[in-house]
Each structure stands twice: as structure tokens, then as C-alpha cells.
């Protein structure tokens, strides 16, 4: 998502890889939950507090017991709180920033224009290119070559490992391709007028 053209939303503990939570019925407050005649949860499970620090509950969000937070936090979040996440390199939180960076420094040609589509649709694989951003994701079962698949630039950030030049399945890579052209400057782009 964070290498499409347009507006980036992360919505909470996204940035954290943050589980969806099963809040136990007793402790629901989604409004959902009642109008659905109690058959369906809501998001709860999504809004549960951030784990910021600690080993245990409620992960500096609070001063309250372990429990009492507005929705309870598993027991087993002490390694997703930010605290642990900024320690580890490859962290989801360390990713995130990352691809957050990238974005920013190697910004589209022309933010409102659509990606060019490197890849078949029956192909095993999505690629695309977004100014000097090129996203490859292996979908297949089978890792990829990366040289097989004839997409330009260099290796700049990756959901997880390379195996040398081969992206392995269920695994993201965004390339950096140095021929591309750069964005306008702010100034190529005012339109006032003397």
C-alpha cells in the first residue's frame, strides 16, 4: 500500500504489526455489538490500547491495573511495544519507517498519475513502477528470480530476506531504479503569474 500514488493511512498498530484482538464478550463496547443483537463483534479487537513499553499490561499506555484498560491488551505484547520494536532492525515498526522514508526521498514524477503495471495479470507476481519506486511481490509459491523478471533497479527495502537474487513467496521488494526521471521542483510546478 505505502508504495501507491496518493495518501498514506495507517490505521492503529499497523505500524506495530498489532494483531486483531478477541476481546471476550464482556468487555465489547462496540456499539455493533448491541445493534447486531450481539452476533456481531465490531472492531474492538483493532482498537485495543498500544503497547509502548514494558513486559507486562498495560505497556505504558496506563497507569491502571493489567486488565483495566478501556479494552484489555493480550499478555503475550510485550516484543510488539515500541520500546522492544525500535530495538530490533527488523522490526515491523523498523519497516514501516523505512518505507516511510523511501517515500518521502524518492517522491512520483507526478503524485496524481497510476502506477505503470510491470506485470501480466495471470502472473505469479505483481510489479509496478511509481517515478524511480519499482514494488515487486512474489504471490506464487515458488520463490522468483528477480533477473528472470526484468525489472530495473536496485534492492532498497524488502518485506523479508532476499536469498541472493531470488525473492522468496508472500515477500515485498521495492527496487530503487536510478534512470528514472526525477520529480519536478516545486518551482517547475508554480503557476502564478507576475
Not at 87 to 100: E, I, M, Q, W
Not at 166 to 194: I, M, Y
Amino acid at each position: 500500500m505505502l508504495a501507491l500514488p496518493g495518501s498514506a493511512y495507517l490505521f492503529q498498530g499497523e505500524e506495530l504489526g498489532l494483531p486483531q484482538v478477541e476481546v471476550p464478550i464482556d468487555r465489547i463496547l462496540d456499539p455493533l455489538w448491541e445493534r447486531s443483537g450481539r452476533t456481531e463483534r465490531g472492531r474492538d479487537g483493532a482498537r485495543v490500547p498500544l503497547p509502548w513499553t514494558g513486559e507486562h499490561a498495560p505497556y505504558g499506555f496506563s497507569t491502571v491495573a493489567p486488565g483495566h484498560t478501556w479494552l484489555p491488551q493480550p499478555d503475550d505484547w510485550s516484543g510488539l511495544a515500541v520500546a522492544a520494536q525500535q530495538r530490533d532492525p527488523d522490526s515491523t515498526l523498523a519497516l514501516y519507517r523505512a518505507a516511510l522514508g523511501i517515500r518521502h526521498s524518492h517522491p512520483a514524477p507526478d503524485p496524481t498519475a497510476p502506477p505503470t503495471w510491470l506485470s501480466a495479470p495471470d502472473a505469479p507476481y505483481l510489479a509496478f513502477r511509481r517515478g524511480a519506486l519499482v514494488c515487486v511481490v512474489n504471490l506464487g509459491a515458488e520463490p522468483l528470480r528477480l533477473a528472470s523478471l526484468g525489472v530495473p533497479g536496485r534492492p532498497a527495502l524488502g518485506s523479508g530476506p532476499l536469498d541472493g537474487d531470488t525473492l522468496p513467496p508472500d515477500t515485498a521488494l521495492w527496487l530503487l531504479d536510478p534512470t528514472a526521471p526525477a520529480p519536478l521542483a516545486e518551482s517547475d510546478t508554480d503557476d502564478t503569474r507576475d
